[in-house]
T-cell receptor, first 113, second 113 residues
């Protein structure tokens, strides 16, 4: 049973570019959440998708957008990249029931030059 | 808003020592509480959880009890091993605010033989 898978593993971009990160949830899960983890910090919630709609959003600018597909997989898009966007981006999947744990992928390491 | 506060690290212990990592929270609703562990270069793994007051979560020798009166969820282990060296994150999910996780900043544990 595959867990949460993310691609790519690493990515290098320059300021002003756009990036798309991808996530496949754990089998049986219908909800995908995205988090940004800066070096030495805890993950910060970006947004959550369920039934192909954004259901909850953290304190991130609208340069950060996403999508969920009918097979529950998801994409995170970031436009007009800034140096401060350099981080580990984590995808987590779960069932959309309060108290259910989220299962994380290994993340995409994004570096902005 | 909701928040999680963890003790500052790093925590350095010898093998077989007793471990406590303190975690306190602030929440408007009735949160579920989690401990996650992150090994170098990897995503987060769920260690244990508790969904209501006085619940005790346990896994792999780690334990934490949901204390509503002190708004705490301290992580303990009676005898640590070198393989327990990792970063530990306390997190909450407030059902009134959705299912997104709010994390503490993490505590680095280093165990030497």
């Amino acid at each position: 049973d595959a867990g949460v898978t993310q691609s790519p593993t690493h990515l290098i971009k320059t300021r002003g570019q756009q990036v798309t990160l991808r996530c496949s949830p754990k089998s049986g899960h219908d909800t995908v959440s995205w988090y940004q983890q800066a070096l030495g910090q805890g993950p910060q919630f970006i947004f959550q998708y369920y039934e192909e709609e954004e259901r909850q959003r953290g304190n991130f600018p609208d340069r950060f957008s996403g999508h969920q597909f009918p097979n529950y997989s998801s994409e995170l898009n970031v436009n007009a990249l800034l140096l401060g966007d350099s981080a580990l981006y984590l995808c987590a999947s779960s069932l959309r029931t309060p108290g259910q744990p989220q299962h994380f992928g290994d993340g995409t390491r994004l570096s902005i030059l | 808003g909701d928040s999680v506060t963890q003790m500052e690290g790093p925590v350095t212990l010898s093998e077989e020592a007793f471990l406590t990592i303190n975690c306190t929270y602030t929440a408007t609703g009735y949160p579920s509480l989690f401990w996650y562990v992150q090994y170098p270069g990897e995503g987060l793994q769920l260690l244990l959880k508790a969904t209501k007051a006085d619940d005790k979560g346990s896994n792999k020798g780690f334990e934490a009890t949901y204390r509503k009166e002190t708004t705490s969820f301290h992580l303990e282990k009676g005898s640590v091993q070198v393989s327990d060296s990792a970063v530990y994150f306390c997190a909450l999910s407030d059902s009134q605010a959705g299912t997104a996780l709010i994390f503490g900043k993490g505590t680095t544990l280093s165990v030497s033989s």
